[in-house]
């Protein structure tokens, strides 16, 4: 016959301090040198609409009460560094032991036919294009993802993997927690890492859309060789060549920018930038007002030089 458990949490031994209903405390974490501490302080990490889907996400899937230690752990700087390659993140944590856990988490990849098929259903949109090849998110991406019978984010518990070295049996365990709130920030500052999660890094990305946008999926137009101009003898006078017909529609329709700051935009994350401000934010109202004054000189609405 087994033995009875005694109340005090041990079977037929003295009560251990801090020890409840059978289970050992909860061991503190070390304290982290140098490690990724939140920017949120409160509330969701990431302020971008794909990051708080990415949370969203992550609460659908019902992980348990360990998502709220892993908050903790997150902003209390106990993640001490992330990697995000293609289709897994490769993080160490700071935990109660000396020894740095090591955390994995792996993500469903889509194919090299699924993707062609996201890019199909985007490359039939213009304005999808423009902010995606000057490194913007657009904001009804997912839409193109459904239409091809795909999801960009996640949909199933199953479509992540994850491990973690610490003796917690429990998957997930707060550091691997930790690390998806982590996460959140991280797509923030660039939303092309869920790309590269999902199989496609950003450099082959921009390659085939610009590809697939192109009519006919041919050579870009720097390529085609150019019809050949008309053979016909120039004026001799400088008077009377500068009085020709002009030609009409010279310049076709003018208009802004679809993506303001592009350029800004597609040298991504500036590693070397330490302003309070991101750098575009900080740029971008310069290219805004620099796009109103030329349109405004263009359409003559103002002479160059006027402030």
């Known amino acids: 016959m087994g033995r009875r458990r005694s109340r005090r949490g041990r079977p037929g031994g003295p009560r251990r301090e801090g020890w409840h209903d059978g289970f050992p405390p909860r061991s503190k974490p070390l304290a982290a040198q140098g490690g990724i501490k939140a920017q949120s302080r409160s509330g969701d990490f990431g302020q971008s609409w794909w990051a708080k889907r990415w949370q969203a996400v992550l609460d659908s899937f019902h992980l348990g009460g360990r998502l709220a230690r892993g908050r903790t752990y997150a902003r209390q700087g ?14 160490r944590v700071q935990g109660s032991r000396p020894e740095p856990y090591d955390v994995t988490i792996s993500v469903q990849q889509l194919s090299n036919r699924e993707w062609g098929q ?61 690390v998806y709130y982590l996460l959140g920030e991280e ?78 935009r597609r040298l991504g994350k500036f590693p070397f930038w330490r302003g309070e401000r991101p750098l575009v934010d900080a740029l971008e109202p310069a ?13 003559g609405e103002r002479k160059e030089g006027e402030s």
Not at 287 to 299: C, D
Request: hydrophobic share 45%; proline share 9%; net charge negative.
């Open 187 to 264: 797509f923030d500052r660039d939303p092309f890492l869920l790309f590269r999660l999902r199989g496609l890094e950003r450099e082959a990305l921009v390659a085939r859309l610009g590809k697939q946008a192109r009519p006919g999926g041919g050579a870009p137009a720097a390529e085609v060789e150019p019809a050949p101009l008309p053979r016909e003898a120039l004026p001799a006078a400088p008077a009377e060549f500068w009085q020709g017909e002009p030609v009409a529609d010279l310049f076709g329709e003018v208009e802004a920018p679809p993506v303001e700051a592009a350029v800004v």
């Open 118 to 178: 996201v890019l199909d259903v985007l490359s039939r949109q213009a304005l999808f294009v423009a902010k995606l090849l000057a490194g913007e998110m657009p904001n009804d991406i997912e839409r193109a993802f459904t239409q091809a019978g795909l999801s960009l984010f996640p949909q199933r518990r199953g479509d992540l993997k994850t491990s973690c070295s610490c003796p917690d049996e429990a998957n997930p365990c707060k550091h691997i927690a930790a």
């Open 287 to 299: 290219y805004l007002q620099a796009s109103k004054r030329g349109m405004e000189v263009f359409l």
């Open 78 to 91: 106990q993640v001490l560094s992330i990697d995000v390659g293609t289709g897994r993140v490769k993080a």
